[in-house]
């Protein structure tokens, strides 16, 4: 069964740190582009951060641009997220997914084309 599996998820306090991993299983991520997405309550889910196959090729969402990271380690068949300096409104749950093919630099808001997603994990900035 292919799936992909995010942790790193939790509370933690404005200003802080963490770092989400989206781990897939039962596929590789070789050849697949990946999406961070995040959904707030009662907001729309929103395009974060995504990333080439090769890790060559990133993008990000203005609201996130200097303070989040992604990155991949295809040995591990596992896509990142380095969220540093968070504020109340990083709240959600934050979503990873993968789209195999060309990269498209507007994939943040394609999210229609992601073919496989993960099941979420919280992240809640509260002091």
């Known amino acids: 069964q292919e799936q992909l599996v995010e942790s790193g998820g939790g509370l933690v306090q404005p200003g802080g740190s963490l770092r989400l991993s989206c781990t897939a299983s039962?596929?590789?991520?070789?050849?697949?582009?990946i999406g961070w997405f995040r959904q707030a309550p009662g907001k729309e889910r929103e395009g974060i951060s995504c990333?080439?196959?090769?890790?060559?090729?990133?993008n990000y969402a203005d609201s996130v641009k200097g303070r989040f990271t992604i990155s991949r380690d295809n040995a591990k068949n596992t896509v990142f997220l380095q969220m540093t300096s968070l504020k109340p409104e990083d709240d959600g749950v934050y979503y990873c997914?993968?789209?195999?093919?060309?990269?498209?630099?507007?994939?943040?808001?394609?999210?229609?084309?992601?073919?496989?997603w993960g099941q979420g994990t919280q992240v809640t900035v509260s002091s």
């Open positions: 990333i080439s196959h090769s890790g060559r090729n990133t």
């Open positions: 997914a993968a789209v195999e093919g060309d990269y498209y630099s507007d994939y943040l808001d394609r999210d229609y084309e992601y073919t496989h």
């Open positions: 039962g596929f590789s991520l070789d050849y697949y582009n």
